[in-house]
């Protein structure tokens, strides 16, 4: 089992330009997460999906889009990317039968 | 809303010792579940330990365990033989039994541990 991959582990994007992070995961779980991880402020959330079908906001969904194309796969998009967006993003996933979440290995994106 | 605090930004401690990494945390719920991650430099997140609010019992895994204070809301983790692929970030995080279909963390700032030979 891979567990949960993240796709590009790195990117370098211009003001403006858009992109989409792709996340998977095959440990069958129904939950899956978007976070971002700044230096000092630990892990926050950006979006969430609890299961196929539904994503909802966290605690900061501003300037993102998400779509989770189905129970595996659950992707963010950045429409048009600000510097304040540079950071590293994590993809997540959970069952409901345990209480832990597996953490892909990051994306590190830098807009300039 | 829940806070999780670590209040040490960095800590070390030198090969073979024992150190203690603090957090706190604030809620009003009576059940939860509380955990370790463990980020080396690869960046990838690691489960090290994790606690359940309604057990008494601190949890342990190998050279890890956690001091749970339940009414001072406090959850510390220890290292112990510390080795040096020990080094890493470590962040503590609070799950709440009742948010439904999801498990939404909420995570610390992170303790930075370097370990010295």
């Known amino acids: 089992n891979a567990g949960v991959t993240q796709t590009p582990k790195f990117q370098v994007l211009k003001t403006g330009q858009s992109m989409t992070l792709q996340c998977a995961q095959d440990m069958n779980h129904n939950s899956m997460y978007w976070y971002r991880q700044d230096p000092g402020m630990g892990l926050r959330l950006i979006y969430y999906?609890?299961?196929?079908?539904?994503?909802d906001k966290g605690e900061v969904p501003n300037g993102y889009n998400v779509s989770r194309l189905n129970k595996r796969e659950f992707s963010l998009r950045l429409e048009s990317a600000a510097p304040s967006q540079t950071s590293v993003y994590f993809c997540?996933?959970?069952?409901?039968?345990?209480?832990?979440?597996?953490f892909g290995p990051g994306t590190r994106l830098t807009v300039t | 809303a829940q806070t999780v605090t670590q209040s040490q930004p960095e800590m070390s401690v030198q090969e073979a010792e024992t150190v203690t990494l603090s957090c706190t945390y604030d809620?009003?719920?009576?059940?939860?579940?509380l955990f370790w991650y463990k980020q080396p430099p690869s960046r990838q997140m690691i489960l090290v330990i994790r606690?359940?609010?309604?057990?008494?019992q601190n949890a342990t895994e190998n050279r890890f365990s956690v001091n749970f204070q339940k009414a001072a809301k406090s959850f510390s983790l220890k290292i112990s033989d510390s080795q040096l692929g020990d080094a890493a970030m470590y962040f503590c995080?609070?799950?709440?039994?009742?948010?439904?279909?999801?498990?939404?963390?909420?995570f610390g700032a992170g303790t930075r541990l370097a370990v010295h030979p």
């Open positions: 997540a996933s959970g069952g409901t039968a345990t209480y832990e979440q597996y």
């Open positions: 999906s609890a299961s196929e079908g539904t994503t």
């Open positions: 995080a609070y799950r709440s039994v009742f948010s439904g279909g999801y498990n939404k963390l909420i």
């Open positions: 809620t009003s719920e009576s059940d939860y579940y």
């Open positions: 606690q359940e609010a309604y057990k008494q």
